[in-house]
């Protein structure tokens, strides 16, 4: 496995489960990040991890829990969605806080019921 | 705040046809000015990008030139092909701003032979 990999690709669940997504980074690097992406909005920033210590938390509702447990690994716990939560969810990876060296996984669609 | 506002899409176009996406951004300062391209199914990638007034960026055929005083960042490409079908997204970030990308809502453009 090569730069960043997102699992499930695909995800729909109810309003009232608990579910994780979770990143994989393969590239050396020490910056995590969790986006959202709605359509016809632009990338919304969630969270910021930096040396496995959150730094950046962008008003993200607290059914939106992130985990990083080590530099390579990056969760986003899930629990009480909503509808309007439906969206692609990108994780990427930087070399220190440095958005020219930011890499993209593929994203997990989510779709709340 | 800063922010980056793109032409909506689609944008269709025939095989060889000369391409514009438009970017204008509004910012304090001067950013450091991004396109990132996403094809189907995976996550987004830089594909150019400029740090200072009149800078070219290029890459894969594409360009775009930073003008600082029409705050504008437009996508080029002289002759496009099927596969550069894809949503197209201009970014800005300032230097010393650490990990922050502000993103525009993307543009899909769909190339037909």
């Known amino acids: 496995e090569t730069g960043v990999t997102q699992t499930p690709r695909h995800l729909v669940m109810g309003m009232t489960n608990k579910k994780s997504l979770k990143c994989e980074q393969h590239?050396?690097?020490?910056?995590m990040y969790w986006y959202k992406q709605s359509a016809k909005k632009p990338l919304e920033l969630m969270f910021v991890?930096?040396?496995?210590?959150?730094?950046e938390n962008n008003s993200v509702p607290s059914r939106f829990s992130p985990e990083c447990p080590n530099s390579s690994h990056l969760f986003l716990h899930l629990h009480t969605l909503q509808p309007e939560d439906s969206a692609l969810y990108l994780c990427?990876?930087?070399?220190?806080?440095?958005?020219?060296?930011?890499?993209f996984g593929p994203g997990t669609r989510l779709l709340v019921l | 705040g800063d922010s980056v506002t793109q032409m909506e899409g689609p944008v269709t176009l025939s095989e060889e046809a000369f391409l514009t996406i438009n970017c204008t951004y509004t910012?304090?300062?001067?950013?450091?000015l991004f396109w990132y391209v996403q094809y189907p199914g995976e996550g987004l990638q830089l594909l150019l990008k400029?740090?200072?007034?009149?800078d070219k960026g290029s890459n894969k055929g594409f360009e775009a030139t930073y003008r600082k005083e029409t705050t504008s960042f437009h996508l080029e490409k002289g002759s496009v092909q099927v596969s550069d079908s894809a949503v197209y997204f201009c970014?800005?970030?300032?230097?010393?701003?650490?990990?922050?990308?502000?993103f525009g809502t993307g543009t899909q453009l769909k190339v037909e032979l």
């Open positions: 970014a800005l970030s300032f230097t010393g701003g650490g990990n922050k990308l502000t």
């Open positions: 910012a304090t300062g001067y950013p450091s």
């Open positions: 990427a990876s930087s070399q220190g806080l440095n958005v020219e060296t930011q890499y």
């Open positions: 400029a740090t200072k007034a009149d």
């Open positions: 590239l050396g690097h020490n910056a």
């Open positions: 991890y930096s040396l496995e210590e959150r730094v």
